[in-house]
């Protein structure tokens, strides 16, 4: 986080002494993030919740209004969904790279099925999620955390999650539930999700249209930071590291709403080179990339640039989604 800041962003939660979860590591080899290594995002604070006491509400532009407790939530068949969590990064600097991103495997259900038992009214056109976490941002006191998505997206992808690779959602991340958007930026995944209103507007809030908003590359107005980039991220060599000379193996990550088709990477400066890479399997998941080359001692850089389905290309440096380079040396 920059010093120059006013107020930091996003106020991390303090960490218990020797928690690794609040550090950004590197997502590391792992094909699904161990929940220890899942970076932990929080702009209002921890909220409290007693899980007896906890119900989820359906309400606003709908014909039948839900409320559920977490029995009745448990209760409703569940399945997984394996996909990328990457956090947008300040919400102030849309335009600074921070990778920090993780896959992770999520149960839960599709928001479909409780959207269809409250039966939007024909005036719905969007549907507001609501956090049980409160407190101030900015200069502004008393705020939940609120974002929205337009009601056929939120049908087609919004998935609730109460459980995290296998085990209960932790505290930190979202429990009891928490809305899941694959191919979106976390910042829409609301944790501790405590109420859905479906509206026929958007609804003006400090995390809906006051930030996390940006103006994309050929576009004029501003829109809400939802859909990922197409983005990679080299994760061996790390920065800085120091190589024994053999044959050495290059990998990482890469990700985009769509599949990923083409992994180029560039040795020192030199031309592009399509990486082996992973195909997507039915999940939103993260896929990888390799290279094996042997290198001669001495200082070296590697690039990596993904292009995906939809044509989209890294771009050079100066976007959140810069092509990613990493320095390293060979002894
Ligand atoms: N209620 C609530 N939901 C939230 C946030 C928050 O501060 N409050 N942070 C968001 C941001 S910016 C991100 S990146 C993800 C982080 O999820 P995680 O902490 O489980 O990794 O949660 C999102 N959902
Ligand atoms: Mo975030």
Not at 10 to 37: K, M, Q
Not at 172 to 180: D, F, I, T
Not at 311 to 319: A, D, E, L, T
Request: proline share 11%.
């Amino acid at each position: 986080m920059d010093e120059a800041d006013e107020a930091p962003p996003l106020a991390p939660l303090t960490p218990p002494p020797g928690d690794p979860s609040l550090a950004d590591p590197a997502p590391g080899p792992d094909f699904v993030t161990p929940v220890d290594h899942v970076f932990v995002r929080t702009h209002l604070g921890l909220p409290e919740i007693d899980a007896a006491d906890w119900t989820l509400t359906v309400e606003g532009l709908v014909a039948h209004p839900l409320r559920l407790d977490l029995a009745d939530v448990l209760a409703l068949p569940a399945r997984q969904l394996t996909a990328v969590h990457e956090c947008f990064g300040s919400p102030f600097r849309p335009d600074t790279p921070t990778r920090a991103v993780t896959n992770v495997e999520w149960s839960g259900l599709s928001l479909a099925a409780l959207l269809d038992r409250a039966s939007p009214l024909p005036g719905a056109r969007h549907v507001v999620f609501e956090g049980a976490d409160t407190g101030s941002f900015r200069d502004e006191e008393g705020l939940s955390y609120v974002k929205d998505l337009p009601l056929d997206t939120a049908h087609r992808d919004g998935f609730l999650a109460h459980g995290m690779n296998g085990e209960p959602l932790r505290p930190r991340h979202g429990y009891p539930l928490r809305l899941v958007v694959p191919h979106m930026f976390g910042t829409n995944s609301v944790k501790w999700l405590t109420r859905i209103v479906l509206t026929d507007e958007r609804p003006k809030h400090m995390f809906t249209t006051t930030f996390y908003t940006r103006t994309l590359p050929g576009g004029s107005e501003p829109q809400p930071v939802r859909e990922l980039d197409v983005n990679s991220k080299i994760l061996s060599p790390g920065p800085g590291a120091e190589l024994r000379r053999g044959a050495l193996t290059f990998s990482g990550r890469t990700w985009s709403t769509s599949e990923v088709v083409r992994l180029d990477v560039s040795l020192d400066g030199g031309p592009w080179e399509p990486a082996t890479l992973d195909i997507l399997g039915s999940d939103p998941a993260w896929q990888g990339f390799s290279l094996r080359r042997w290198l001669t001692p001495g200082p070296h850089t590697i690039r990596s640039r993904a292009t995906d389905a939809a044509g989209r290309v890294q771009p050079p440096p100066g976007s959140r989604n810069s092509i990613h380079e990493v320095a390293f040396t060979v002894r």
